[in-house]
T-cell receptor
Framework: KAGVTQTPRYLIKTRGQQVTLSCSPI?????VSWYQQTPGQGLQFLFE???????NKGNFPGRFSGRQFSNSRSEMNVSTLELGDSALYLC?????????????FGEGSWLTVV | AQSVTQLDSHVSVSEGTPVLLRCNYS??????LFWYVQHPNKGLQLLLK??????LVKGINGFEAEFKKSETSFHLTKPSAHMSDAAEYFC??????????FGTGTSLTVIP
């Protein structure tokens, strides 16, 4: 079974631009969540989608948004990029099982804002 | 409320010696607990998980963790460190099944 796939893996954007990151979950997983990882702040939860609906949201400004499609693929968008948005963005998917939910991560998308 | 505290931000061991990475948790419910490993420039990989079955959980690469409810701990151990174990390790708790709370990570250095 293929793992969580994130694209693009690396990208460089200019301050003020916007960026869209894509995530394909493990087949059969309906929950997709996004995290931002930086050296200073560690891992921070952005939001979680389940069946095309945002179910949970972290404490990030409205510039950060996401969506999920009917095939469970998800995208996140960051508008009006700031230098501080430079980070590793991780996507994770999960599915309910008899032993509880477990999240599985993709390799991440490295965003550099210059 | 749920939270995780990783007691050491950095741990350094010599190759071939035991590894102990400490994690305490707080949860209002019976939690699921996880350990993930992150190698440089990589995503997080699941090492092991506890979900109220056996309290001693065996994971990949020789790692194991013991759930101790009385101590609210879920420490990660390995009998003999290998150079390839050098990475960042995250302890994670979840009680509701769809919200996961991460510790701040422990950086493991293995000295040859």
């Amino acid at each position: 079974k293929a793992g969580v796939t994130q694209t693009p893996r690396y990208l460089i954007k200019t301050r003020g631009q916007q960026v869209t990151l894509s995530c394909s979950p493990i087949s059969g997983h309906r929950s997709v969540s996004w995290y931002q990882q930086t050296p200073g702040q560690g891992l921070q939860f952005l939001f979680e989608y389940f069946s095309e609906t945002q179910r949970n949201k972290g404490n990030f400004p409205g510039r950060f948004s996401g969506r999920q499609f009917s095939n469970s693929r998800s995208e996140m968008n960051v508008s009006t990029l700031e230098l501080g948005d430079s980070a590793l963005y991780l996507c994770a998917s999960s599915a309910r099982s008899s032993s509880g939910n477990t999240i599985y991560f993709g390799e991440g998308s490295w965003l550099t804002v210059v | 409320a749920q939270s995780v505290t990783q007691l050491d931000s950095h741990v350094s061991v010599s190759e071939g010696t035991p590894v102990l990475l400490r994690c305490n948790y707080s949860s209002s419910y019976s939690p699921s607990l996880f350990w993930y490993v992150q190698h440089p420039n990589k995503g997080l990989q699941l090492l092991l998980k506890y979900t109220s079955a056996a309290t001693l959980v065996k994971g990949i690469n020789g790692f194991e963790a013991e759930f101790k409810k009385s101590e609210t701990s879920f420490h990660l151990t390995k009998p003999s460190a290998h150079m390839s174990d050098a990475a960042e390790y995250f302890c994670v708790v979840s009680a509701t099944g769809n919200q996961f709370y991460f510790g701040t990570g422990t950086s493991l250095t293995v000295i040859p």
